[in-house]
């Protein structure tokens, strides 16, 4: 069974860093591509950044050289460090795995920038 557990989110000041945390479980891991999503209040929930078995990132438009994914394969942990934090960034973040042809989601952990 395959499990996802964010950590690491809460209030935040504008201009401010957070750094989320996923561990997964019952997969194997370092052969995934993983990534997180995020959803805001009234939105569609949309990509943020995603990161390949290679080790290889994308990014979404609104985050770029802001947000930086990273995994730990040894951990089974991947990692979303954010930084410069805007309230247009308050959402639930998701993270992903893709366990072909599943997707797999955590619960989401909600980011809140206060102005």
């Known amino acids: 069974q395959v499990q996802l557990v964010e950590s690491g989110g809460g209030l935040v000041q504008a201009g401010g860093s957070a750094r989320l945390s996923c561990v997964v479980s019952?997969?194997?891991?370092?052969?995934?591509?993983v990534g997180w999503y995020r959803q805001a209040p009234g939105k569609q929930r949309e990509m943020v950044a995603t990161?390949?078995?290679?080790?290889?990132?994308d990014y979404g438009d609104s985050v770029k050289g802001r947000f930086t994914i990273t995994r730990d394969d040894a951990e089974n942990t991947m990692y979303l460090q954010m930084n410069n934090l805007q309230p247009d960034d308050t959402a639930v973040y998701y993270c992903?795995?893709?366990?072909?042809?599943?997707?797999?989601w955590g619960k989401g952990t909600l980011v809140t920038v206060s102005s």
């Open positions: 990161m390949t078995p290679a080790h290889t990132s």
């Open positions: 019952g997969t194997h891991f370092g052969s995934k591509l």
């Open positions: 992903y795995l893709n366990h072909w042809p599943t997707d797999y």
